[in-house]
């Protein structure tokens, strides 16, 4: 089921995240994931930007030209993550990042070249994966939102406060858009 992705500045978004302890009881959360995911067209999404403090994300593999090393059983474009804990070693590469929970905005950031990451799988099972560059930056992204971080977090704070600044005066300037084409409409209605 498509849910509602939240949008920053949302405190759920920095909220801590609770360990998942009993997968089977996360099953609708993860086709809820993989669903929204696939409406919105996104690469990876993690619990909390649906509004669910839990540890677990979605990823797409594909995406960063990568097989899927783990294929949910809901949908085998997806692996799923939960509870991971990653460690990022190798050269610092910089390359542009989005989020859904930032609509419209995108910059250059730091990620690390390899990833090992030990996560629980949907069927429950304790797996390592070692992910290279690309994949590894995408697992880095996404994991972040389990820390209760976005991508403008690994910004200094003068470059993130800029971004930000720009992306609420674009939001400021689509709500006026939209209520004004509500009163046309309206007044076309009379």
């Not at 799988?121 to 995408?138: C, D, M, N, Q, T």
């Not at 690994?154 to 858009?177: G, P, V």
């Amino acid at each position: 089921m498509y849910r509602k992705i939240l949008v920053w500045p949302d405190r759920r978004l920095k909220a801590q995240n609770e360990s998942i302890e009993n997968v089977e009881d996360e099953k609708e959360l993860i086709k809820d994931l993989i669903d929204t995911c696939n409406v919105q067209m996104g690469a990876g999404l993690a619990a909390p930007q649906i509004g669910v403090n839990k540890q677990v994300t979605v990823i797409k593999p594909k995406v960063f030209g990568v097989e899927n090393p783990d294929p949910s059983e809901y949908n085998s474009d997806f692996m799923v993550i939960i509870n991971p804990v990653l460690e990022n070693t190798g050269e610092d590469i910089k390359w542009k990042e989005a989020c859904l929970s930032i609509p419209d905005i995108d910059c250059m950031v730091f990620r690390k070249e390899t990833t090992l990451i030990k996560y629980t799988s949907e069927l429950g099972e304790e797996k390592r994966l070692i992910a290279e560059w690309p994949f590894s930056g995408g697992l880095q992204h996404e994991c972040d939102h389990l820390e209760g971080k976005l991508f403008i977090h690994r910004l200094d704070k003068r470059k993130a406060a800029f971004l930000l600044e720009r992306w609420r005066k674009k939001e400021r300037k689509q709500r006026i858009k939209e209520k004004r084409e509500l009163r046309k409409l309206k007044r076309e209605q009379k």
